[in-house]
């Protein structure tokens, strides 16, 4: 796609006008953005810090990141890798030889490269309160202890959050210190991010935004604040701001460091003043190692619909002849954030938003942003048809693991439609999502709303018979199939 190029300042007004367009349209209270070019930086801060207690959103407002944390997690794991304390690639046990799992085969073979790429195949959205002191990771491992192993290890490819606090209670061990007292010396120290903070009370002393979730068509404050302590490798507890997490994407992109400066607005062009990080491993890391692909994952999280993905460590991997995107985002109690940034062509799109509609908002901006600076947009995807028989095939109850929930998937009307629980904080019911198939085993959601376009697989066993759905990154077993815990180390 040829994109006819903008001056800097035209680049700006439109990525403002872009912004402020579709936060009407979405009604999310407060927004930071961020536009990273070879030319400069741009950024737009919107709305404000509650509905309640409004604050205007600026450089330095502080928003949850979610579970852009486990790039975090992972980069603390590199460091101890040249540090010489840690190995990826041998068991954790050698590092926490106390380790259990429910699948004792599991728990003996399992490396930290595997928690690292969610690979580890036990439940993985595990959120326990375990107190808020600094045995709350050695507390949820022994919940995790207890929990099922939903695949074999290295089989079906499914994101999971509870593998992280193994790399996190790993982080400790080998530091001596707690999970946050350990990243923050290693990481955010000599990357100058003095505004992204663990714990509320830091949290507290600096303008701060409030999560906000959508109940029908309304927005409400969440309370509480705050995911448990046990949850910090994952992204449960981790705040930033638009200039540390700046910070942060100048390091991932260039292996460098920006120096403090005055807030820029949009159409501020950035100097071109990078310097080296300060003396670290950071330094002298082998950044490209981080997006280096594992293993591909199914539907890509941050790439257009229907596109196939990988996993790098920790990174999701979206490759075009124009460019390597590399991603992660975020969600927690009221906030979705989204970052991404090319390494090779020295672009990135930073988020934060508090409203658990943010992601909807985010994508949107992201693809402007592709289309614009990389010349990237989504292919045309014709409809696939799938005959009624087959569809039934993929009929049933679809298990939420660790809860009592499930997705419900039905034909209606000669379309299969999933009954999708609202899991969010304050809501009940369900959500409908109509499914358009785009390959034999393969859809998209078109149900017009947060949802819509997210990509939905079968996955058949070695009977053809329909095992798993696998919803965005997630996966969750057809309820009554007997899955063998023996699979290949392959997508199937």
């Known amino acids: 796609m040829t994109v006819t190029p903008k001056s800097s300042t035209e680049l700006a007004a439109a990525f403002e006008q872009e912004a402020k367009r579709l936060l009407g349209e979405y009604k999310i209270p407060g927004v930071t953005l961020g536009m990273l070019t070879p030319d400069g930086d741009y950024f737009v801060h919107l709305g404000v810090t509650s509905l309640e207690n409004p604050l205007p959103i600026d450089a330095d407002t502080i928003f949850q990141i979610g579970s852009t944390t486990k790039t975090i997690t992972s980069l603390t794991c590199s460091v101890l890798v040249a540090q010489g304390k840690l190995d990826l690639d041998v068991p954790v046990r050698t590092y926490l030889p106390d380790f259990k799992l429910k699948d004792e085969s599991v728990a003996a073979a399992l490396t930290v490269r595997d928690v690292l790429t969610h690979q580890g195949g036990f439940q993985g959205d595990l959120f326990e309160e375990t107190g808020n002191g600094d045995d709350a990771l050695s507390k949820v491992l022994d919940i995790l202890a207890e929990s099922p192993q939903v695949v074999a290890l290295r089989s079906h490819w499914s994101y999971n959050n509870a593998g992280f606090y193994v790399a996190g209670r790993v982080i400790e061990v080998l530091t001596g210190k707690p999970y946050e007292a350990a990243v923050t010396e290693l990481i955010f120290e000599p990357l100058g991010m003095d505004h992204t903070l663990f714990f509320p009370s830091q949290v507290m002393t600096y303008r701060f935004a409030a999560g906000h979730n959508k109940i029908d068509d309304e927005l409400v404050i969440q309370r509480p604040w705050i995911l448990p302590r046990s949850s910090a490798p994952a992204g449960g507890t981790l705040n930033s701001t638009m200039r540390d997490m700046t910070r942060y994407a100048y390091y991932i992109m260039s292996g460098t460091t920006i120096p403090a400066r005055p807030d820029q607005e949009a159409g501020a062009q950035g100097e071109d003043t990078a310097t080296p990080a300060e003396a670290s491993p950071l330094e002298t890391l082998d950044r490209p190692l981080l997006w280096k692909p594992q293993r591909p994952i199914g539907d890509a999280l941050n790439g257009f619909p229907g596109e196939r993905g990988q996993i790098g460590q920790s990174w999701f991997i979206d490759q075009y002849p124009q460019a390597t995107i590399i991603s992660h985002g975020g969600t927690t109690h009221g906030h979705q ?126 009977d053809d018979k329909v095992e798993f759905m696998r919803m965005g990154v997630r996966l969750y077993p057809l309820e009554g199939r007997e899955v063998a815990q023996t699979m290949p180390l392959t997508e199937i």
């Open 337 to 462: 954030s989204d970052f991404w940034v090319s390494p090779d062509r020295k672009v990135g799109f930073i988020a934060m938003t508090n409203a658990s509609n943010g992601h909807a908002y985010n994508r949107k901006l992201s693809k402007w942003i592709k289309r614009e600076l990389l010349g990237l947009s989504a292919a045309e995807l014709p409809e696939h048809f799938v005959s009624p028989d087959t569809l039934s095939d993929f009929e049933g109850k679809y298990l939420i693991i660790g809860t009592a929930m499930n997705i419900g998937s039905h034909l209606e009307g000669g379309r299969l439609t999933l009954t999708i629980p609202d899991t969010t904080p304050g809501a009940s019911g369900t959500k409908p999502a109509p499914l358009r198939f785009i390959a034999p085993n393969r859809a998209l959601v078109t149900s017009g709303g947060d949802l819509d376009d997210t990509g939905v697989e079968f996955l058949r066993g070695a």
